[in-house]
């Protein structure tokens, strides 16, 4: 129960966050000014901006049965599809659930176990921050001038301005601890299971030293190369679509990817966070404000709604589709 409501609150909390950054980043844009922008916009390019994403989505579920290989499980290339864009979807009404729900499914149609299905999905988050602290990297070699200048008036001096030195070490030091204990606590609580319970954290653990024992390790790294290189290009052509981001550089580019990328993560399916960080981002690049995050709202809304149509589709899709499987799972039934 209390863990119920901890999650609930942490839904919330995301929510709120998301909603707050989205009253404060359209608050000072007057209404006509976003119209004037909406309309602005090259339908077009946005449509084949949205087939390089949904190329990254295709790409990330083919990387995921690699990742399940090892395991000695496989999940259909169509199911594997829509279970990544159900859960998208399924994220965007419950934060932080969608890839469970994502495990859920290829339990019930290809029968691979839930814990493995998660240590897989938490191995492709691991893999997934690696490209994004490269690209991040890349960002900052890139366009040092510019990003420096901005952390630094942006978020190191008013940090620095409102918090002590001794209150960095306080929270380092509880960093350290709670680190620490937390360690200790999983350590135990793994020797106190029950054999049952071990059985679903060993599957876990599979899941996870899935990444390690790739048959495939060139073909794997490519892939995983191909979904981030598929989402700086989906923004890249998203740029053609609006006269204000129509003449700027792969640098700017590659400033707002990265940006935008950690809006996604900060609130739930990027909502307030990503519009804010792109129209931001684009201000260093001598985009007007309105225009920048009026862009950030364009590319977000056109993702959003990729993932409202195809995600129910994919929901739809699964028992249309493993229907002779579902056929003899009952015949099964019937005899036993």
């Given amino acids: 129960m209390k863990k119920k409501t901890a999650e609930t609150l942490k839904i919330i909390l995301f929510v709120a966050l998301g909603l707050g950054l989205a009253w404060l980043s359209l608050r000072n844009i007057p209404d006509e000014t976003l119209w004037e922008n909406f309309k602005a916009v090259d339908p077009y390019w946005i449509a084949l901006a949205l087939a390089v994403a949904f190329l990254s989505h295709v790409i990330r579920s083919l990387r995921w049965n690699m990742m399940l290989e090892p395991t000695g499980y496989r999940v259909k290339p169509i199911n594997a599809v829509m279970a990544v864009m159900s859960a998208y979807f399924?994220?965007?009404?419950?934060?932080?659930?969608?890839?469970?729900?994502?495990?859920?499914?290829?339990?019930?149609?290809?029968?691979?176990?839930?814990?493995?299905?998660?240590?897989?999905?938490?191995?492709?988050?691991?893999?997934?921050?690696?490209?994004?602290?490269?690209?991040?990297?890349?960002?900052?070699?890139?366009?040092?001038?510019?990003?420096?200048?901005?952390?630094?008036?942006?978020?190191?001096?008013?940090?620095?301005?409102?918090?002590?030195?001794?209150?960095?070490?306080?929270?380092?030091?509880?960093?350290?601890?709670?680190?620490?204990?937390?360690?200790i606590y999983l350590k135990r609580r793994k020797k106190n299971q029950p054999?049952?319970?071990?059985?679903?954290?060993?599957?876990?653990?599979?899941?996870?030293?899935?990444?390690?024992?790739?048959?495939?390790?060139?073909?794997?790294?490519?892939?995983?190369?191909?979904?981030?290189?598929?989402?700086?290009?989906?923004?890249?052509?998203?740029?053609?679509?609006?006269?204000?981001?129509?003449?700027?550089?792969?640098?700017?580019?590659?400033?707002?990817?990265?940006?935008?990328?950690?809006?996604?993560?900060?609130?739930?399916?990027?909502?307030?966070?990503?519009?804010?960080?792109?129209?931001?981002?684009?201000?260093?690049?001598?985009?007007?404000?309105?225009?920048g995050i009026s862009f950030g709202w364009i590319i977000w809304g056109a993702q959003t709604m990729m993932f409202i149509i195809l995600g129910p589709l994919s929901l739809i899709g699964f028992p249309v589709l493993n229907r002779s499987n579902n056929n003899v799972e009952d015949e099964r039934t019937v005899t036993s």
């Avoid at 048959?215 to 609006?242: D, E, R, T």
């Fill in 195 to 291: 054999t049952d319970k071990k059985g679903l954290i060993e599957g876990f653990i599979d899941g996870l030293k899935s990444v390690m024992e790739i048959k495939q390790p060139f073909f794997f790294f490519l892939s995983s190369l191909s979904i981030w290189v598929c989402y700086f290009f989906m923004l890249y052509i998203g740029f053609q679509a609006h006269p204000a981001t129509r003449d700027l550089g792969l640098d700017a580019c590659l400033a707002v990817f990265v940006f935008g990328t950690v809006g996604m993560i900060v609130t739930p399916g990027g909502i307030g966070a990503y519009p804010t960080l792109v129209g931001q981002t684009l201000v260093l690049y001598g985009v007007d404000e309105a225009a």
């Fill in 90 to 183: 399924i994220n965007l009404a419950l934060p932080r659930t969608g890839e469970i729900a994502r495990c859920g499914l290829v339990n019930k149609y290809d029968k691979v176990p839930v814990n493995i299905g998660i240590g897989t999905v938490v191995a492709e988050r691991v893999v997934d921050m690696f490209f994004l602290l490269l690209f991040s990297a890349l960002t900052f070699f890139v366009g040092f001038g510019k990003l420096q200048a901005y952390t630094q008036e942006k978020i190191i001096t008013p940090l620095a301005e409102k918090i002590s030195p001794a209150v960095w070490v306080v929270i380092f030091a509880l960093l350290t601890v709670v680190a620490i204990g937390g360690f």
